[in-house]
């Protein structure tokens, strides 16, 4: 489950496993619009260039891949 605040230009957040509401780290976020990937921290967090209407995609191994407009 992603968690997220929107700025302009950029979206921030954090990524949490839904069932133990624990912080997941070394999960994939990708702007599909923008062709572009990082990884969150270690404490799950993240910051990715993306506007109004870009979908994201969170992706980690072992869990369903997450998408958010």
């Given at each position: ?29 990708y702007n599909s619009k923008k062709d572009e990937g990082i990884y969150n921290t ?28």
């Amino acid at each position: 489950m992603l968690k997220l605040s929107a700025q302009t230009g950029s979206v921030q957040g954090f990524v949490i496993d839904k069932d133990s509401k624990l912080r997941l780290a070394k999960v994939y976020i990708y702007n599909s619009k923008k062709d572009e990937g990082i990884y969150n921290t270690s404490k799950g967090e993240f910051r990715i260039n993306a506007v109004p209407g870009d979908t994201l995609f969170a992706v980690l191994q072992g869990y369903a891949v997450d998408t958010v407009v």
